[in-house]
């Protein structure tokens, strides 16, 4: 049995998503309470973020961090603290949405959405293929633990290549184990006039998974460099091939994603 490190956060633990992870008990006295985000409420988007931290090179203990900016939930995300049977966790994250705060890593073309096994339909790396965009957890179960809980489920990060001895484009699915706290729900008077309207509830998550896990480093086919402007004319093979991710230890081999989450209902 692998042993998983997990960090020590104030009311969470991150953990890598094995296939041998078992859940730690978080510290803490359970907190019993009628928490309740059901269909009738939504994802308020201005107030959250989904933010990534991985070390700059492997041997590096220098960060780089950063968020996603286009992130949801679908079908929607339902927690309801009586009966944790009826909760469910469907998240995603467009991996083209990668932001580190630097154009010259950032933009279209340039190495971060590379490094994330971003795979683009064109060799100039500017159309990105829809198929290998997308990251995302589904939850099986979640249980108290602490005084918080765990999502029981499977993470989708990136996709297989050929010849891999999987078609081409088969999603990388690991099972994972997803941290979280509920903050609390607070009603809110957000039109001043001295009633209050609108009920917000908060989440904060943690876990951390390995690329090597998730993106297939054994692939025969890999990142096709971009030609120089000079060498385009009459070049067949960098016009017809599309470009794929590159395994790099650039960036560190795992990953720690934070959600700060809120919902809101009006009323």
């Known amino acids: 049995m692998k042993k998983i490190l997990f960090l ?28 309740l985000v059901d269909i009738f409420w939504s994802n308020d ?3 959250s973020n989904v933010c990534w931290e991985a070390n700059y090179l492997a041997y590096s203990l220098g960060k780089l961090t950063g968020r996603f900016n286009n992130f949801g939930f ?9 009966n944790l049977s009826n909760c469910s966790i469907h998240a995603y994250v467009l991996i083209s949405s990668i932001d580190s705060g630097e154009p010259l890593r950032d ?3 340039k190495c971060i959405r590379s490094y994330m096994g971003q795979t683009y339909l064109d060799t100039l790396k500017t159309i990105i293929d829809p198929a290998s965009d997308t990251a995302w957890f589904h939850s099986t179960d979640i249980r108290q633990s602490g005084t918080g809980y ?33 903050n609390g729900t607070k009603d809110f008077d957000t039109d001043g006039d001295f009633i209050n309207d609108k009920l917000r509830a908060s989440f904060t998550g943690h876990f951390s998974f390995l690329r090597s896990d998730h993106m297939d480093i054994a692939s025969t086919i890999q ?45």
């Open 8 to 35: 020590s956060l104030i009311t969470l633990s991150l953990t890598t998503c094995k296939k041998d992870d078992s859940i730690t008990e978080l510290t803490g006295t359970p907190v019993n309470g009628n928490g």
């Open 45 to 47: 988007k201005p107030h």
């Open 74 to 82: 679908t079908p929607k995300f339902i927690f309801d603290q009586a």
């Open 107 to 109: 933009g279209l073309g």
């Open 150 to 182: 765990v999502a029981i489920g499977t993470f989708s990060f990136n996709r297989y290549r050929t010849p891999s001895g999987f078609p081409d484009g088969t999603p990388i699915s690991k099972p994972c184990l997803f941290y979280f706290t509920y």
């Open 223 to 267: 990142y096709i460099p971009v030609p120089a402007l000079i060498d385009l004319p009459g070049n067949g093979i960098a016009a017809s091939n599309k470009t794929y991710g590159e395994w790099t230890t650039n960036v560190a081999d795992q990953m720690d994603f934070t959600l700060n989450i809120q919902f809101y209902k009006n009323h």
